[in-house]
């Protein structure tokens, strides 16, 4: 029987949902559905891209440490769950390292090569149609899309991978490979740098998710943070893919209040005769800031100073999706292309299944902290975050297929 992890065995968005949240009537979730030879970078490619293999100043690569009794494993930023497979994937991972202050043009430059490879395809079908080739290009064009998909989701992981490094937050490697006598531990635990990418007002429901999930308080002592507990390594990769998703739904949400707001205040602006700001200077920030950008150019726009002004923007945030009615909340919920619901998946399965097999094993139990639970959780809502934010700009140059 296969094991293996799928959004569709994932527990319910509405479990994580604030509690005022979930009593609201009448709401209905949505839940999504459910080898290639050592690539070898070509004088082609250091042609169009003029990248070398010089290393980046000597920059250090930060490391976390997961480990259990006398064993331990160590791992770089460099060193993902999920290994890039394609050409692409593999050149921008190899230009993070060697040549990191590249890697947006390189990323860019590859996701419109992709565009144009699978548009050509596509445009040869068609001209061939009336021909003895159309089966021949329309086949082309299948192999094509497919190369593609899977090329732009290597893309799209090297992205979030990105974001990461940019708060200097190595992703937690397989499990597989740091779980000894059955016991995990992951530190540091990074906490401060995965809340650091949120606004006050997420990073509130946030901490209320991590609560409802593992069972530890916010201001919970260090005592409580070391403490252990059991959970089934099963359970635990259904808990990591609901928490990407509920990151994803928190973007999407707070996105969604931060534009309405905003509108508001324009309308406001006018109906009262005053000078209007442009629509540009009142978004939260720049459109390609949502991929290359500081993670303080992603806080939402102050109206205020205070922990009055905080707390309010609080109410209204949580106010504001308690208002949703199922339709929206079904939309804010939904991950709207294929390939991001695969990436969900495959980076799931790769982080808990078996290195080789990528199966889970049901009956399998892990002690761990409370604290390398909630390092876990904190990823897997900075995953689903950065996710929504690089699903938005590859989309720009390289169409998706909708979910």
Sequence with gaps: MDHSLSLHKAPSLSFFLPSAVKNSQGLHIFTPPNSFSNFTFTYRRSLRTGFTSTPFNDRKVP??????????CDFSSLNAPLEPRSAPGKFLSSVLQNQRQF???????ELKQLAGDRDAAV????????????CLHRRIAQLKEHYCQAAVEDVMYMLIFYKFSE??????????????????????????ELESIHSIEVLEMVREHVSTVI?????????????????Q?????????????????????????H???????????????RNSLQFPDLLPCGFKSLVFGHVRDMQSVSLGQGPGRQEKNLEELRC????????????????????????????????????????????????????????????????????????????????????
């Excluded at 397989?174 to 059955?182: E, P, Q, T």
């Excluded at 002592?221 to 507990?229: F, G, K, L, R, Y």
């Excluded at 534009?259 to 005769?273: G, I, N, T």
Aim: charged share 25%.
């Design 320 to 403: 504001y999706v308690m208002g949703f009615d199922p339709e929206t909340l079904q939309r804010c919920a939904k991950v709207k292309s294929k390939e991001a619901v695969n990436l969900i998946e495959k980076h799931s399965c790769a982080l808990f299944g078996d290195e080789k097999t990528g199966v889970l094993e049901t009956g399998e139990v892990i002690l761990t902290s409370f604290s390398s639970l909630k390092r876990l959780v904190l990823e897997a809502v900075a995953f689903g975050s950065f996710l929504w934010d690089i699903e938005e700009y590859v989309d720009t140059v390289y169409k998706l297929r909708d979910n």
């Design 63 to 72: 490391s976390v440490k997961a480990s259990a009794g006398p064993s331990h």
């Design 167 to 192: 708060i200097r937050v190595p992703l937690v490697p397989k499990l597989s490979r740091c779980i000894y006598n059955g016991r995990l531990e992951i530190w540091p635990s990074k906490d401060w």
């Design 103 to 109: 890697f947006h043009f390189a990323a860019a430059d």
């Design 233 to 257: 390594r099963l359970q635990l990769g259904r808990v990591y893919a609901a928490s990407i998703l509920y990151g994803y739904f928190l973007k999407s949400a707070s996105s969604r209040y």
């Design 215 to 231: 069972g530890l308080r916010a201001n919970s002592s260090v005592t409580d943070n070391w403490a252990t507990t059991e959970i």
């Design 123 to 134: 445009a040869r079908m068609f001209l061939s149609s009336a021909s003895d080739e159309a």
């Design 259 to 273: 534009l309405e707001k905003c509108l508001a205040l324009a309308h406001q602006d006018r109906l009262s005769q």
